[in-house]
């Protein structure tokens, strides 16, 4: 079965600094799609970044990152340069793509705090 | 606004009644979905539609609840008798294709049963 798994409940940053937050997925689905979303206090899920299975580069957008190990069945979040809007909760979430169905799992969270 | 929006934001009620959550979804998306995120938790599937047909109920989703979209626009989460367990936020999303893109979430609807 599909697992998602971030193991940080709460994360600090220093405003400035990169950070790293962790993800680790199972599935026996050979294609998948890897996916980070934000929710701040307001509530909404904001899309941050995606990395399909075959994908052979990590994927950027701006200062996110996605840092994908799939040997390792990982994919790390790194945010750069954090800013004090960073502070909200992550999500990393999974697509089986053979399902066909396009929902999303996603694991637990990481709430993240950027210090000024 | 072309987001995906939800009604109402919050609702209060009190155990034993019945409460609907409606979704707007972005217009030219035929799949939504319904989801619940209990707190400090990640949001949990509930169920999904492709235009008006509704295609996976989580087991998650018990008898009480009911969502429909009978036109292939919006839709409607129901809960019927509810229970202090079900205080949650309930989160709609939408999207063109199955295997592409992300899910486009509105802000949820947050529901308390005292």
Same mark, same amino acid.
């Given at each position: 079965?599909?697992?998602?798994?971030?193991?940080?409940?709460?994360?600090?940053?220093?405003?400035?600094?990169?950070?790293?937050?962790?993800?680790?997925?199972?599935?026996?689905?050979?294609?998948?799609?890897?996916?980070?979303?934000?929710?701040?206090?307001?509530?909404?899920?904001?899309?941050?970044?995606?990395?399909?299975?075959?994908?052979?580069?990590?994927?950027?957008?701006?200062?996110?990152?996605?840092?994908?190990?799939?040997?390792?069945?990982?994919?790390?979040?790194?945010?750069?340069?954090?800013?004090?809007?960073?502070?909200?909760?992550?999500?990393?979430?999974?697509?089986?793509?053979?399902?066909?169905?396009?929902?999303?799992?996603?694991?637990?969270?990481?709430?993240?705090?950027?210090?000024? | 606004?072309?987001?995906?929006?939800?009604?109402?934001?919050?609702?209060?009620?009190?155990?034993?009644?019945?409460?609907?959550?409606?979704?707007?979804?972005?217009?030219?998306?035929?799949? /939504?979905?319904?989801? #619940?995120?209990?707190? *400090?938790?990640?949001?949990?599937? &509930?169920?999904?539609?492709?235009? $008006? =047909?509704?295609?996976?109920?989580?087991?998650?989703?018990?008898?009480?609840?009911?969502?429909?979209?009978?036109?292939?626009?919006?839709?409607? /989460?129901?809960?019927? #008798?509810?229970?202090? *367990?079900?205080?949650?936020?309930? &989160?709609?999303?939408?999207?063109? $294709? =199955?295997?592409?893109?992300?899910?486009?979430?509105?802000?949820?609807?947050?529901?308390?049963?005292?």
């Amino acid at each position: 079965a599909q697992k998602i798994t971030q193991t940080q409940p709460g994360m600090f940053v220093q405003e400035k600094e990169a950070v790293t937050l962790d993800c680790t997925y199972d599935t026996s689905d050979p294609s998948y799609g890897l996916f980070w979303y934000k929710q701040p206090s307001s509530g909404e899920m904001i899309f941050l970044i995606y990395q399909g299975s075959y994908d052979q580069q990590n994927a950027t957008e701006g200062r996110y990152s996605l840092n994908f190990q799939k040997a390792r069945k990982s994919a790390n979040l790194v945010i750069s340069a954090s800013q004090l809007g960073d502070s909200a909760m992550y999500f990393c979430a999974m697509r089986e793509q053979n399902s066909n169905t396009g929902k999303l799992i996603f694991g637990q969270g990481t709430t993240l705090q950027v210090k000024p | 606004d072309t987001g995906v929006s939800q009604d109402p934001r919050h609702k209060i009620t009190k155990r034993g009644q019945n409460v609907t959550f409606r979704c707007d979804p972005i217009s030219e998306h035929n799949r /939504l979905y319904w989801y #619940r995120q209990t707190l *400090g938790q990640g949001p949990e599937f &509930l169920t999904y539609f492709q235009n $008006e =047909a509704q295609l996976e109920k989580s087991r998650l989703l018990s008898d009480r609840f009911s969502a429909e979209r009978p036109k292939g626009s919006f839709s409607t /989460l129901e809960i019927q #008798r509810t229970e202090q *367990g079900d205080s949650a936020m309930y &989160l709609c999303a939408s999207k063109r $294709e =199955a295997n592409t893109g992300e899910l486009f979430f509105g802000e949820g609807s947050r529901l308390t049963v005292l």
